[in-house]
């Protein structure tokens, strides 16, 4: 099998990001969302404007010139705790690239950007009906579940 690369995203990735969001969406069971929707979350995502501070990052990871899985990572403010902290918003591979390393090799992409940019921590939210919970990997990985934290949305 040949190897992976895990880069940033440019605008040239764009369509081929949008199709595996679609996939994976799809294999999900998310419902359509708004006409172009998806659309402007990949053009901010694969273009960033910034101001001399990056906000965001989408890591893909490429085989073969395809995308076969990708995390996204945002820079969230927390004046409490004195600086900020990195979110992972997204990580996901393609289901027939699973079990190839590629989530390890995204965490440690997204460790090294976040001590770069010096984050106070990584957080991520993991569902607790998906496989990579059920299979603990982000506790193997170093991460902790906060006992003392819930979850909440408020869907619009």
């Known amino acids: 099998m040949a ?4 880069r940033l995203a440019g605008p040239a990735d764009q369509s081929q990001f949008l199709s595996i969001v679609r996939l994976i969406r799809d294999e999900m069971g998310h419902a359509e969302t ?24 989408l890591l ?12 996204t990572m945002h820079r969230v403010p ?19 690239m699973r079990g190839h390393d590629l989530g390890h090799r995204f965490i440690d992409r997204v460790e090294e950007i976040a001590q770069a940019e010096g984050f106070v921590r990584l957080h991520v939210i993991n569902r607790k009906d998906r496989e990579s919970h059920k299979r603990g990997f982000y506790p193997k990985l170093g991460f902790r ?3 003392e934290a819930a979850s ?4 619009f």
Not at 34 to 57: I, N, Q, S, V
Not at 60 to 71: K, L, R
Not at 152 to 155: D, K, S
């Open 3 to 6: 190897d992976f690369e895990i």
């Open 34 to 57: 708004k006409p172009g929707a998806l659309d402007e979350m990949a053009h901010l995502l694969c273009a960033p404007h910034y101001d001399g501070l990056r906000h965001h990052w």
């Open 60 to 71: 893909i990871a490429v085989m073969d010139g395809d995308i076969v899985g990708y995390c």
């Open 78 to 96: 927390m004046p409490i705790m004195g600086g900020s902290e990195a979110y992972i918003s997204d990580l996901f591979v393609r289901a027939d």
């Open 145 to 147: 579940e906060r006992e």
């Open 152 to 155: 909440f949305v408020l869907e």
